[in-house]
């Protein structure tokens, strides 16, 4: 019994070590390939604004590329264009509070 309970405070910690370890190995890879503008070659065209959830295995997704918003239905069969609008211009001054 005893010897069950030293292997069991000896391999917790290191499990546990383990796991957030590979987290933060996985936050850290994720920011380095996706952090910089365009991934590893350039700019980004593609980003994905929102999505929401229909219904199981059905998604609405807003994508922005190339100064446009497109909105997508997305099911497991495949995904359809909705519709499409130019991305709105950014106000020059933000409303002021009264």
């Known amino acids: 019994m005893l010897e ?7 391999l917790l910690p290191l499990l546990a070590g ?8 996985t936050r850290w890879l994720q ?8 991934g ?5 065209q593609l980003q994905l604004v929102e999505t929401s959830l229909i219904a ?10 190339r100064d ?10 495949g995904m359809v264009r909705l519709g499409e609008a130019p991305l709105p211009a950014p106000s020059a001054t933000a409303p002021e509070s009264v």
Do not use: D, M, N
Request: charged letters at 15%.
């Open 68 to 77: 446009r918003e497109i909105l997508l239905g997305c099911t497991r069969q």
């Open 4 to 10: 069950y309970l030293l292997r069991l405070a000896l």
């Open 18 to 25: 383990l796991i957030w370890g590979s987290l933060w190995l």
């Open 40 to 44: 590893i070659g350039g700019a980004r």
């Open 56 to 65: 199981p295995g059905i998604k609405l997704a807003v994508v922005r590329f």
């Open 31 to 38: 920011q380095r390939l996706h952090g910089a503008p365009g």
